[in-house]
């Protein structure tokens, strides 16, 4: 059974930094994309970020590039959001999510497993 559990989240201030980690179980998750994204009160889920099987590109949505940092730990079956000068409008539920593919999508339909998701509130 397939398990993705999120943490890391929680209440900062804008400017601060958080990590979010995601825990993979049930299966071996190194050849398999893994994506971030976060759904804030009122608003559809959106991409964060992602990173691709294998090979570990990563692509993220304009609004955190530069900003935020997708990595993973393969041994760990774990992958991480580095998240850096964070603002209000990052305020959301964040999720992680797998796909069965090694390639990178950026709608949330694509991906086959999700996490609970993890708080994170930015206040100013």
């Known amino acids: 059974q397939v398990q993705l559990v999120e943490s890391g989240g929680g209440l900062v201030q804008a400017g601060d930094s958080l990590r979010l980690s995601c825990a993979a179980s049930?299966?071996?998750?190194?050849?398999?994309?893994m994506g971030w994204f976060r759904q804030a009160p009122g608003k559809e889920r959106e991409f964060v970020g992602a990173?691709?099987?294998?090979?570990?590109?990563?692509r993220y949505a304009d609004s955190v590039k530069g900003r935020f940092t997708i990595s993973r730990d393969n041994a760990k079956n774990t992958v991480y959001l580095q998240m850096n000068s964070l603002r209000p409008e990052d305020t959301a539920i964040y999720y992680c999510a797998v796909r069965n593919s090694i390639f990178i999508r950026t709608i949330a339909p694509e991906y086959d497993y999700w996490g609970q998701g993890t708080q994170v509130t930015v206040s100013s």
């Open positions: 049930g299966r071996t998750f190194s050849g398999y994309a």
């Open positions: 990173i691709r099987g294998l090979a570990g590109d990563t």
